[in-house]
């Protein structure tokens, strides 16, 4: 059984932003013991009846290496 837990200290930024008619949730996440991935960026909206999630994680190594890529392609998420 995989259990999720959210630890308030693991959460590094949030940011909403206004597109058109929907608003967008934006994290910033550092989670050392997510089996993900300890970076992980997350952009959520709702449109109607569905919720949109869209997320990004990457291990020590990938973040180094491609930070600004990921950061970029949560950036242009867009419904």
Same mark, same amino acid.
């Given at each position: 059984?995989?259990?999720?837990?959210?630890?308030?200290?693991?959460?590094l930024e949030t940011k909403v932003e206004k597109r058109g008619d929907l608003t967008y949730y934006?994290?910033?996440?550092?989670?050392?013991?997510?089996?993900?991935?300890?970076?992980?960026? /997350?952009?959520?909206? /709702?449109?109607?009846?569905?919720?949109?999630?869209?997320?990004?994680?990457?291990?020590?190594?990938?973040?180094?290496?491609?930070?600004?890529?990921?950061?970029?392609?949560?950036?242009?998420?867009?419904?």
């Open positions: 059984m995989l259990l999720s837990r959210y630890d308030p200290d693991e959460l934006n994290y910033v996440l550092e989670t050392p013991f997510a089996l993900t991935g300890s970076h992980n960026l /997350a952009k959520a909206t /709702a449109k109607g009846n569905t919720v949109v999630l869209f997320v990004v994680s990457a291990n020590d190594k990938q973040w180094q290496a491609n930070q600004k890529t990921l950061k970029a392609m949560l950036d242009s998420f867009e419904v």
